[in-house]
């Protein structure tokens, strides 16, 4: 990382210019990957990266260029090329810096980069010997274990100063099922901003259990029907349908730009009374925690919807220029060779006054969407696709066999209205995201809801 001193040299250089504002985001990362099949450990990397990305406004226009040399005749290029988009100027200009220190809230206990490979090849066996052992038709297991420890430096001409480590762990595992007619798999990939420790409260076994579990229950279903019906999509990574349904449309990045359906609608009813959506990034420990975001404002929570009202958007620096409003510590980004825009980080559904059994009471037929996978969304219209990972038919209020070939197809918006229940069993997961800014951890999240009516597109002929 850069000094104190060299930063106030960078910035001072950039700001004799017709900017009014510079950013220098500095990184130095190292991440590992371990992947295994049926037991034995098949890949091994580790890569490190490291680099700044330097960032001037002029109004609302933004310029943004990388290097990962830091010495100063390159970075010192490198503003000059930025400063000439602009325009120069002669102005001296002096910056001087003030060092804020951010309270770490995600402290860790066994740093993962350190640890030895002995003991991370013995969690992913731990989880491979848990699935394989699940049932004589489990056939084939993968898994991977994945680390990174980001620390970041984010100086302004505005004088702030600020650093932040990242540490994060994550266990995907797959596990296949196979019978005489058919091959079906099933995962679990659970991860947070921790160290090793996370696997002592997350035991790697019921990854592995969960993996084969999901496998086993899609040997045995049936097609699924289509139409329109009532759906339960239960907690954790159902999440993903606010995250990508209606969350990107809450971003800055788009209601800037009015290419979202909720442009201008804050303060207005967008969703069932019974609906709170909060992003949060201040969670201890969670996948899409930081103490800063990647614009070194400390993370907050961030409540977008209180009972179907939209609260507010999530919004990054250059995007509050736009709108004429203030940031939300939302300014996120993949590495320094992305700039910033804005992200979510926890993102989900607040839980509600039903029990879980209450979302199936009255439901004359209907789907139970279990586990969901992934879809696709366009931000402008709110309309959407998503596959159901694991399902289940409801009849008559009860849950019955297990389907496959499910999908939910809709519109973000109309979801929203037609939530009827929340239940109160809240539950988080862990994704990736990707944007603009490129591709970074989140959570999604969410009790059981109940969808009084969405389109199932399913296999099975009615």
């Given at each position: 990382?850069?000094t104190?001193?060299q930063?106030?040299?960078i910035l001072?250089?950039?700001m004799q ?5 510079a950013?220098l985001?500095e990184?130095?990362?190292t991440?590992e ?8 450990v098949?890949?091994?990397?580790r890569v490190?990266?490291a ?8 109004g ?6 990388y290097?990962?040399?830091l010495?100063q005749n390159?970075?010192?290029a490198?503003?000059?090329d930025?400063?000439?988009?602009l ?7 002096t910056i001087?810096?003030?060092?804020s220190?951010?309270?770490n809230h ?5 740093d993962?980069?350190e640890?030895?490979l002995?003991?991370k090849v ?9 699935a ?10 993968t ?5 990174v ?7 302004t001409?505005e004088g702030k100063?600020?650093k932040?480590?990242?540490?994060r762990?994550?266990?995907?595992i797959m ?13 679990d ?7 090793l420790?996370?696997?002592d409260?997350t ?6 259990k ?7 229950v899609l ?6 029907p289509?139409g ?14 606010f995250?990508e349904?209606?969350?990107h449309?809450?971003?800055a ?14 303060n207005?009813k967008?969703?069932?009374?019974c609906?709170?959506?909060i992003?949060?990034?201040?969670i201890?420990?969670a996948?899409?925690?930081e103490?800063i975001d990647?614009e ?5 929570k961030?409540v977008l919807?209180k009972d ?5 958007y999530?919004?990054?620096r250059?995007n509050?220029?736009r709108?004429?409003m ?10 320094y060779?992305?700039?910033?825009t ?6 989900y559904i607040?839980p509600?006054k ?5 979302l199936?009471?009255?439901i004359q037929?209907?789907?139970y969407?279990?586990k ?15 596959a159901?990972?694991?399902g289940?038919m409801?009849?008559?209020?009860k ?5 496959k070939?499910?999908?939910l197809i ?6 929203l209205?037609?939530?009827?229940k929340?239940?109160n069993?809240l ?7 990707g ?7 989140v ?5 059981a809801?109940r969808?009084s009516?969405?389109?199932v597109?399913g296999?099975?002929n009615?």
């Amino acid at each position: 990382m850069l000094t104190k001193e060299q930063c106030e040299v960078i910035l001072s250089r950039c700001m004799q210019s017709e900017a009014d504002f510079a950013e220098l985001f500095e990184e130095d990362t190292t991440s590992e990957g371990i992947s295994m099949l049926n037991g034995d450990v098949e890949e091994m990397n580790r890569v490190v990266r490291a680099g700044i990305g330097i960032r001037l406004y002029k109004g609302v226009q933004s310029v943004y260029g990388y290097t990962n040399e830091l010495d100063q005749n390159t970075v010192f290029a490198l503003v000059d090329d930025l400063k000439s988009a602009l325009g120069t100027s002669n102005q001296e200009v002096t910056i001087r810096l003030t060092e804020s220190v951010i309270e770490n809230h995600h402290p860790i206990v066994k740093d993962p980069i350190e640890a030895s490979l002995e003991e991370k090849v013995a969690l992913l066996k731990r989880a491979y010997k848990a699935a394989k052992e699940a049932d004589d038709r489990i056939v084939k297991v993968t898994g991977s274990l994945s680390s990174v420890c980001q620390k970041v430096q984010i100086s302004t001409s505005e004088g702030k100063f600020v650093k932040d480590t990242r540490t994060r762990v994550r266990m995907p595992i797959m596990a296949f099922a196979q019978d005489a007619s058919s091959m079906q798999s099933g995962s679990d990939s659970p991860g947070a901003s921790q160290g090793l420790e996370f696997f002592d409260q997350t035991a790697p076994e019921s990854i592995g259990k969960e993996a084969a579990r999901t496998a086993l229950v899609l040997l045995e279903a049936k097609d699924c029907p289509s139409g329109k019906m009532p759906v339960v999509i239960d907690n954790g990574f159902g999440g993903v349908i606010f995250h990508e349904a209606c969350g990107h449309s809450l971003e800055a990045t788009s209601v800037a730009k009015n290419q979202s359906v909720f442009t201008g609608k804050l303060n207005e009813k967008i969703a069932s009374d019974c609906v709170t959506a909060i992003d949060d990034g201040t969670i201890p420990g969670a996948w899409g925690s930081e103490n800063i975001d990647d614009e070194g404002n400390p993370q907050v929570k961030r409540v977008l919807i209180k009972d179907g009202v939209l609260q507010s958007y999530m919004i990054d620096r250059l995007n509050a220029r736009r709108m004429h409003m203030e940031s939300t510590g939302s300014g996120r980004r993949q590495s320094y060779k992305f700039e910033p825009t804005s992200r979510m980080s926890n993102t989900y559904i607040a839980p509600g006054k039903d029990s879980f059994e209450d979302l199936f009471a009255g439901i004359q037929k209907g789907l139970y969407a279990k586990k969901m996978g992934g879809g696709s969304v366009n931000p402008q219209t709110g309309e959407f696709n998503f596959a159901v990972n694991e399902g289940y038919m409801i009849e008559n209020g009860k849950v019955t066999y297990p389907v496959k070939g499910a999908s939910l197809i809709g519109n973000g918006k109309d979801i929203l209205m037609n939530i009827d229940k929340v239940s109160n069993n809240l539950e988080r997961a862990q994704g990736m995201c990707g944007s603009a800014s490129g591709s970074i951890p989140v959570d999604v999240g969410q009790p059981a809801i109940r969808v009084s009516s969405i389109t199932v597109g399913g296999t099975a002929n009615e």
